[in-house]
């Protein structure tokens, strides 16, 4: 049976590209397979639902009632794929209520895949969120996401013993471009008839990894 | 062949979460298919049979027929364990009783195992009260019990009151139940089954339902917390139960 797979792009770190990673996950999903789910759980970053307000919708994990408006809906096999939006703020509140609730075991029971995407960053804090979901995420479900742009070729030892998702850096111009709200990757790859652009490159590189991605849960799940 | 075991389950005050932690141990035993019964004294309409109609009784405990029904039936009953939710305020009363009717003295000459569960509420008149009971059960296994149902702290951030109470009484054994989510328990409530039935997503016939996968998640973890106080206090062991049969562990299936 096939499962439902469930990004959670996340780190209790602000400004590492989390939004960046769920914007391109969720349209490469969108262009893929024609549909994808998407929940923005921000407060002041930059929001996933500014971008792709036509897929997103907004989500809390501040009190029950937002837990369950989620999470109820995350643990569905519908077939439609689901990128969250972590925000920094609420990273140890959600894992802590997913392992309370035994998000991860009622998963599997459900054909539901959850992969955690967690965004690195070089200081302690980032150190010990990978700890503590190293701790309750299986190691297939854990992959660390290095952004070269954040990183700087300088990924702690201890955040590349698992499955990595490199994500290179663009150039500051390049990354001001793809910051504005109506920029889609999908539309640029579309309309830009020079496909050797670096950004057409750049953005093609990451599909095919997002592709590989969700073989990967693919395989795992037959 | 094992003795029958007499569960007390009482409070001074209402509201303490009595009938929760009495619905707690039910569900324990039913896990590991000890036969229980259960009496509510909560007369006539009563607040435990909600969740367990089918082993439970509604009873005034206070009048001698419904005395008779609960004690005269003790050896007889083909449940090894037969629980009561005694009513708010008449935990002392009742225990007056069993001793006029000789009850304490059949737990004395070891005739039956006998355990009162006292829930404890955050005040200095419910603490009070440990004293008074203790005064009964000398021959009883005397559980004081901490419910956590609010942000209460049960004193012990001062430890000379905390200790005037809770480590006065010799046998008396200290068990904490934490505190489940408001929203967790309300739905739990609204379905009217046993927390067991709603951790496995079951409607009060045994038909599936469709409870809240977080709510459901609280309710599993929260009671798998319980039983395992449960469980340090060997409960099956002290009322005779022994290892019980091959249900499931911890409220965790």
Same mark, same amino acid.
């Given at each position: 049976?096939?499962?439902?797979?469930?990004?959670?792009?996340?780190?209790?770190?602000?400004?590492?590209?989390?939004?960046?990673?769920?914007?391109?996950?969720?349209?490469?999903?969108?262009?893929?397979?024609?549909?994808?789910?998407?929940?923005?759980?921000?407060?002041?970053?930059?929001?996933?639902?500014?971008?792709?307000?036509?897929?997103?919708?907004? *989500?809390?994990?501040?009190?029950?009632?937002?837990?369950?408006?989620?999470?109820?809906?995350?643990?569905?096999?519908?077939?439609?794929?689901?990128?969250?939006?972590?925000?920094?703020? *609420?990273?140890?509140?959600?894992?802590?209520?997913?392992?309370?609730?035994?998000?991860?075991?009622?998963? *599997?029971?459900?054909?539901?895949?959850?992969?955690?995407?967690?965004? *690195?960053?070089?200081?302690?804090?980032?150190?010990?969120?990978?700890?503590?979901?190293?701790?309750?995420?299986?190691?297939?479900?854990?992959?660390?996401?290095?952004?070269?742009?954040?990183?700087?070729?300088?990924?702690?030892?201890?955040?590349?013993?698992?499955?990595?998702?490199?994500?290179?850096?663009?150039?500051?111009?390049?990354?001001?471009?793809?910051?504005?709200?109506?920029?889609?990757?999908?539309?640029?790859?579309?309309?830009?008839?020079?496909?050797?652009?670096?950004?057409?490159?750049?953005?093609?590189?990451?599909?095919?990894?997002?592709?590989?991605?969700?073989?990967?849960?693919?395989?795992?799940?037959? | 062949?094992?003795?029958?075991?007499?569960?007390?389950?009482?409070?001074?005050?209402?509201?303490?979460?009595?009938?929760?932690?009495?619905?707690?141990?039910?569900?324990?035993?039913?896990?590991?298919?000890?036969?229980?019964?259960?009496?509510?004294?909560?007369?006539?309409?009563?607040?435990?049979?909600?969740?367990?109609?089918?082993?439970?009784?509604?009873?005034?405990?206070?009048?001698?027929?419904?005395?008779?029904?609960?004690?005269?039936?003790?050896?007889?009953?083909?449940?090894?364990?037969?629980?009561?939710?005694?009513?708010?305020?008449?935990?002392?009363?009742?225990?007056?009783?069993?001793?006029?009717?000789?009850?304490?003295?059949?737990?004395?000459?070891?005739?039956?195992?006998?355990?009162?569960?006292?829930?404890?509420?955050?005040?200095?008149?419910?603490?009070?009260?440990?004293?008074?009971?203790?005064?009964?059960?000398?021959?009883?296994?005397?559980?004081?019990?901490?419910?956590?149902?609010?942000?209460?702290?049960?004193?012990?951030?001062?430890?000379?009151?905390?200790?005037?109470?809770?480590?006065?009484?010799?046998?008396?054994?200290?068990?904490?139940?934490?505190?489940?989510?408001?929203?967790?328990?309300?739905?739990?409530?609204?379905?009217?089954?046993?927390?067991?039935?709603?951790?496995?997503?079951?409607?009060?016939?045994?038909?599936?339902?469709?409870?809240?996968?977080?709510?459901?998640?609280?309710?599993?973890?929260?009671?798998?917390?319980?039983?395992?106080?449960?469980?340090?206090?060997?409960?099956?062991?002290?009322?005779?139960?022994?290892?019980?049969?091959?249900?499931?562990?911890?409220?965790?299936?």
């Amino acid at each position: 049976m096939s499962s439902t797979p469930v990004y959670i792009i996340c780190s209790p770190r602000p400004l590492v590209g989390k939004t960046l990673v769920a914007r391109q996950l969720s349209e490469f999903l969108l262009l893929k397979n024609g549909t994808v789910a998407a929940f923005d759980i921000n407060l002041k970053e930059p929001s996933l639902l500014d971008y792709l307000p036509g897929i997103t919708e907004t *989500a809390d994990v501040i009190d029950t009632f937002g837990k369950m408006q989620l999470m109820d809906r995350l643990i569905v096999n519908d077939g439609v794929a689901k990128v969250i939006d972590l925000g920094f703020h *609420a990273f140890d509140e959600f894992f802590r209520m997913s392992e309370e609730i035994g998000f991860m075991k009622e998963a *599997a029971r459900r054909h539901v895949a959850p992969i955690i995407l967690f965004v *690195a960053d070089t200081d302690r804090g980032s150190a010990r969120g990978y700890d503590t979901l190293r701790q309750q995420i299986p190691a297939r479900a854990l992959v660390t996401v290095d952004n070269e742009f954040v990183v700087r070729g300088e990924l702690p030892e201890a955040l590349a013993h698992g499955r990595v998702l490199r994500l290179a850096a663009l150039p500051v111009f390049l990354k001001t471009y793809i910051d504005r709200l109506s920029f889609s990757f999908t539309g640029y790859l579309r309309h830009e008839k020079d496909s050797s652009t670096e950004l057409h490159q750049w953005i093609r590189r990451n599909y095919t990894t997002f592709r590989d991605l969700e073989l990967s849960v693919m395989l795992q799940r037959s | 062949m094992a003795r029958p075991a007499v569960i007390l389950v009482g409070a001074d005050k209402g509201g303490v979460g009595k009938t929760t932690v009495s619905r707690t141990l039910l569900d324990y035993f039913a896990s590991r298919k000890v036969p229980t019964r259960a009496f509510d004294t909560e007369h006539p309409r009563g607040t435990l049979t909600r969740f367990h109609p089918d082993i439970t009784d509604v009873v005034d405990v206070t009048s001698v027929p419904d005395q008779m029904k609960i004690f005269d039936t003790i050896e007889s009953s083909a449940a090894q364990i037969t629980l009561i939710d005694i009513r708010a305020g008449l935990m002392l009363p009742t225990l007056r009783a069993l001793r006029d009717i000789g009850f304490l003295d059949m737990a004395k000459k070891d005739q039956l195992n006998f355990a009162v569960f006292h829930i404890l509420g955050p005040s200095i008149a419910s603490l009070d009260e440990i004293a008074e009971t203790s005064k009964f059960l000398v021959d009883a296994r005397y559980f004081l019990v901490k419910n956590f149902i609010n942000d209460t702290t049960f004193f012990d951030w001062d430890q000379r009151t905390y200790n005037s109470y809770f480590n006065r009484i010799k046998d008396a054994v200290e068990l904490t139940i934490p505190k489940l989510n408001e929203m967790a328990f309300e739905q739990v409530e609204v379905a009217s089954v046993p927390f067991l039935k709603f951790v496995a997503n079951k409607g009060p016939h045994d038909e599936a339902a469709n409870y809240s996968f977080v709510l459901r998640g609280y309710v599993r973890h929260w009671l798998a917390n319980v039983w395992s106080e449960f469980d340090r206090i060997k409960l099956t062991d002290l009322v005779g139960a022994g290892k019980g049969g091959a249900g499931a562990r911890g409220g965790e299936k």
